[in-house]
């Protein structure tokens, strides 16, 4: 007899004989036993998890001779014919290689026969999601009223690929990926069957590269077997699955740890030249550094470590970081992979992740009963404010506010504040604005005020609310505030300014200096300049007329006269006069 596959000589055939799908077995032995099976089922899951297994065990357990049962005999004439796939009315159809809508048709016109010596006809459709959409037509109407004497099991590995309308007529089971525990136990029974001596170790590696996968476990355990000779190794495990010692990795991450950027550079050139795939290289590193996880948080976490051994070296390796660190190594090694995945050149995104690690290093890395620098000062500030807040509440507790020496510096410190902060508009710069200040300046400053208050944010054109320009020359201008608070914030506040001057710039081509003064010292200044310049207006008795002293005098604002430039404004002077007109700007 030909040589078979681990994978086929160790298929279950029982659910006794099967790992992992606790949730799947007990269901449907439930169902078998009260005689509550259904028309069609769904198994879907990751490849190798048991559906195709499942599904024959099942066909073998409504079918049993000793039926009703929740395990199938495997010694009836029915069930062997089963397991040999021997029986007429057990039919595998594979979805894969017969997506036809006739290949459908076919089931369809035999489904209404009575089976030929079972009590039901089971059709297992496997891959179904490969069918085509005339198929799945073809097979709901059936699907949905088969013969009583009819159970249809659909198992695939894509599930979102199938209509909503055939998933919706089935009893759905969703198989997970089998853990390392599981496949080891498997394995374990193939090698004591088989007579091989093994390492423990070795089946852990097999385990983790099958990825939850017991066909790929047991095939990448043929290959193992036939490798070895008297024993399975680990070094034969890892040199045939193409997994990584953790001897490697311990040197990797003290290099790491002791920011040696050329040795972890050389061992994953070696590691590359090898042939070992980066990207596999990244996910054998996350799991690493999630067995140093698991092994810093507790030691009765040994049976879930993948790639380290409970070793002292390792435990130790594990103390030298803080968790902080190995969270961040997996959370870089994370975002590297995904961007590995769309490209070509993975083996350089690997070397970056390595050099980004080496760098995060000098943060996670501690000392035996050391404590971080960052976490030292941060534990100091919480234990001030806890005394600052126990030292608030007694004064709460006792109604005491604050103690009467207190008082007397808070004062002194809140009119020192006053004196210190007060602000001083000025008056040099702004006079030398007012000897040059003209009317036709401030009305085009007035005109671009509010359309340049607009452009700035909220929080910055409110501080111009109570603001107004009252004397401008072709460079520069002056603004008014009613509130010396606003006044001091706008004028120390370059960037501001400096926006302000832009906005202002784009809309009339000129690049202004803003100069800003309260209105209490805006008053005195403006009284001063007008007394030393001699700009008091007087009437000419003779004319009645308004008259300057100087032909060319500087302007300062008048509000009522450059309200007046409006020609609204003008045609109402002349309709009510000047004296019942009032402006105010909304």
């Avoid at 690997?350 to 035996?368: I, P, R, Y």
Wanted: charged share 25%; glycine share 4%; with cysteine.
């Amino acid at each position: 007899m030909t040589y078979q596959a681990f994978y086929r000589v160790y298929r279950p055939q029982s659910f006794r004989e099967m790992s992992g799908q606790t949730h799947v077995k007990r269901t449907l032995q439930n169902a078998l036993l009260a005689n509550k099976t259904t028309h069609a089922y769904l198994f879907s899951g990751p490849r190798g998890t048991g559906k195709t297994s499942t599904a024959k065990i099942f066909a073998k357990a409504l079918n049993c001779e000793k039926a009703p049962t929740n395990e199938p005999c495997n010694e009836c004439p029915t069930c062997r014919s089963i397991t040999e796939g021997s029986h007429p009315d057990v039919i595998e159809f594979d979805a894969a290689s017969n997506s036809r809508v006739e290949e459908i048709r076919d089931i369809i016109e035999k489904v209404r026969f009575a089976p030929v010596s079972a009590r039901y006809k089971v059709y297992i459709i496997d891959e179904v999601h490969m069918l085509s959409t005339s198929a799945f037509n073809a097979l709901l109407k059936t699907l949905e009223e088969p013969p009583s004497h009819a159970v249809f099991i659909l198992a695939t590995t894509e599930p979102h690929k199938l209509p909503a309308t055939i998933i919706s007529r089935c009893q759905r089971f969703d198989f997970k990926r089998l853990s390392s525990n599981d496949i080891v136990e498997r394995m374990k029974l193939v090698l004591e069957d088989i007579n091989l001596p093994f390492e423990e170790q070795a089946l852990k590696v097999i385990a983790q590269a099958a990825s939850g996968g017991m066909r790929d476990a047991l095939s990448l355990l043929d290959q193992v077997v036939s490798f070895s000779g008297e024993k399975l190794t680990l070094e034969n495990a890892l040199l045939v699955s193409g997994s990584i010692s953790q001897d490697v990795f311990y040197d990797m991450v003290v290099a790491l740890k002791e920011k040696d950027i050329a040795h972890v550079l050389s061992l994953l050139e070696e590691l590359i030249a090898e042939g070992k795939d980066p990207l596999r290289l990244s996910e054998d590193l996350i799991t690493f550094f999630r067995d140093l996880l698991l092994l810093q948080t507790s030691e009765d976490l040994e049976e879930l470590l993948e790639l380290v051994t409970p070793e002292e070296k390792f435990i130790e390796l594990s103390r030298e970081f803080s968790a902080d660190a190995l969270y961040g190594y997996i959370d870089i090694l994370s975002k590297t992979q995904q961007d590995m995945r769309f490209s070509h050149h993975t083996k350089v995104y690997l070397e970056t992740a390595l050099l980004k690690m080496t760098q995060f290093s000098n943060v996670g890395v501690l000392k035996a009963g050391e404590m971080p620098q960052a976490d030292s000062v941060l534990n100091n500030k919480v234990i001030q404010l806890e005394k600052i807040i126990f030292q608030l509440k007694e004064q709460i507790e006792n109604g005491v506010a604050m103690s009467a020496t207190d008082a007397p510096v808070k004062d002194e410190n809140r009119q020192r504040t006053k004196i210190t902060n007060a602000y001083k508009a000025p008056t040099g710069r702004i006079k030398e604005v007012l000897k040059e200040a003209t009317k036709k300046d401030i009305i085009q400053i007035k005109n671009a005020w509010l359309p340049a208050l607009n452009q700035l944010q909220k929080s910055q054109s409110a501080l111009f609310a109570e603001a107004e320009p009252v004397a401008a020359s072709s460079s520069a201008f002056v603004i008014k505030f009613k509130y010396d608070i606003h006044c001091q914030m706008v004028a120390e506040n370059k960037d501001l300014t400096s926006t302000f001057s832009q906005i202002l710039f784009q809309q009339m081509g000129i690049m202004y200096e803003i100069l800003c003064i309260p209105e209490s010292q805006w008053t005195v200044l403006r009284e001063n300049f007008i007394r030393e310049n001699g700009l008091n207006l007087k009437k000419d008795q003779n004319a009645g007329k308004v008259q300057e002293s100087a032909p060319e005098a500087p302007y300062i604002d008048d509000a009522k006269e450059i309200e007046s430039e409006d020609p609204i404004v003008k045609e109402a002077e002349k309709m009510f006069g000047k004296d019942f007109i009032e402006v105010v700007e909304d």
